[in-house]
C-alpha cells in the first residue's frame, strides 16, 4: 500500500516529546521527510538541549525513515523562519507543517506574572502565527499545503489558572480558521486538534486535592500515540477537502467541536435602555448564559 505522506516534507514543532514526538514517528512511518523542531526546553520554557530532536531523529533513521533535527524557538520571528529555510534547504520543498510547540506557566489569574502571561503568548500563539507566515508564501506559491494546529480545552471550554494559556489557544482557533480562509483559494488548508493526552505539560497540574489527583490518573491513561494519527490524515492529500475545522481526540474518540454561533437573542422595536435590558434582555437570554464550566465538567465521562 502507498504510505498517506509519501515523499511530503513535514515541519513538527516541538517534536522531541509526548504528543510532537509521535506525531513525527507517525508522519515518518507515513513515508515523509521530517523536520523535527525543538530546542529542548523544559516545562516553563527554560534551558536549552539538542538531546530530544536528535533522539527522535535517531528513532525515525533507525525505523527505516527519513528525518532532520531543528533546535530553533518559535517564539521569535526570524528563528522560527529558519524552521521553514531548513526544510526547504534540506528537502527542496514543504507540505506540512504542525504548530505543536508549548509551554506552561500556570498561575491563578490575579498571581500571574506580565512575563508568564507573554512567554506563554510568545511560544503558543505568536509560534504558530511565525511558523505559519513563514511558510504560507511557499504554500502560495505552489497552490498547496497543510497546517494542523493544536488549540486545547482550556481556552475552548475554560480550566482554572492558565489565562495565558487560554487565551493563547483560543487566539490559535481564530488564527487558523483566518488561514483557512484567506488561503482556500490556493488549496491551503488549515485545521485544530485539541488534545487529551499525557504529556511533560499535564503533569504540571496541580494534584493536591482527590479530584485533582483522580483527574491526573486518567489523563495519564490517555496515551499521546493516539493523537498522531488524526494530525496525519489531516496532513495527506485523503483530508485535502477538510479544513477551517476543530476537533479534539480523546483517547479513541474524535470530536468534532463547534465553532461560536448566535443561540438566543431578543429584540425591541424602540431600541434598549439600560432599565429595559435589566427587566427585558437578560431574564429572556439567562436561561441560554454558559455556567462557568471547565473542561472536566464538560467532558465528563471516562475515555474510551
Given amino acids: 500500500m502507498t504510505k498517506s505522506l509519501q515523499d511530503k516534507v513535514i515541519i513538527v514543532t516541538g517534536a522531541g516529546r509526548g504528543i ?12 515523509a521527510k521530517v523536520v523535527v523542531n525543538d530546542p529542548g526546553v523544559t516545562a516553563d520554557g527554560s534551558g536549552t538541549s539538542a ?13 527505516g ?7 530553533e524557538t518559535v ?22 507543517v504542525v ?18 502571561f507573554e512567554s506563554v503568548i510568545k511560544v503558543h500563539l505568536m509560534g504558530s502565527f511565525y511558523v505559519s507566515h513563514a511558510a504560507a508564501r511557499l504554500f502560495r506559491e505552489q497552490e498547496s499545503g497543510s497546517f494542523v494546529h493544536f488549540t486545547s480545552t482550556s481556552g475552548l471550554v475554560g480550566n482554572y489558572g492558565q489565562a495565558n494559556y487560554a487565551a493563547a489557544k483560543l487566539g490559535i482557533v481564530g488564527l487558523s480558521k483566518s488561514i483557512a480562509l484567506d488561503m482556500s483559494r490556493f488549496n491551503v488548508r ?14 504540571t497540574i496541580p494534584t493536591e486535592t ?26 495527506s492529500d485523503a483530508g485535502k477537502d477538510v479544513t477551517g475545522q ?22 425591541r422595536g424602540e431600541g434598549w435602555t439600560t432599565q429595559t435590558i435589566a427587566e427585558h434582555a437578560i431574564p429572556a437570554l439567562k436561561p441560554s448564559f454558559y455556567k462557568l464550566d471547565r473542561s472536566a465538567d464538560v467532558f465528563s465521562w471516562d475515555a474510551i
Fill in 65 to 71: 525513515g527519513t528525518a532532520v533535527a531543528n533546535f
Fill in 99 to 116: 504548530n505543536n510547540a508549548g509551554i506552561l506557566r500556570d498561575a491563578i489569574f490575579h498571581r500571574m506574572s506580565v512575563e508568564a
Fill in 20 to 31: 510532537g514526538r509521535e506525531i513525527a514517528l507517525l508522519c515518518a512511518a507515513e513515508g
Fill in 190 to 203: 488549515s485545521n485544530c486538534i485539541s488534545p487529551f493526552a499525557w504529556s511533560r505539560l499535564i503533569g
Fill in 75 to 96: 517564539a521569535e520571528a526570524i528563528p522560527a523562519s529558519k524552521i521553514v529555510k531548513q526544510a526547504v534547504d534540506t528537502y527542496g520543498k514543504l507540505d506540512g
Fill in 210 to 235: 482527590e479530584a485533582e489527583k483522580e483527574r491526573v490518573k486518567q489523563i495519564q491513561q490517555m496515551g499521546p500515540e493516539k493523537i498522531a494519527p488524526l494530525c496525519a490524515y489531516l496532513l
Fill in 246 to 267: 476543530i476537533f479534539a481526540v480523546r483517547m479513541n474518540e474524535i470530536f468534532l467541536m463547534g465553532q461560536s454561533r448566535p443561540i438566543r437573542s431578543v429584540h
Fill in 51 to 63: 538531546a530530544p530532536a536528535e533522539e527522535v531523529v535517531e528513532e525515525i533513521k533507525k525505523r
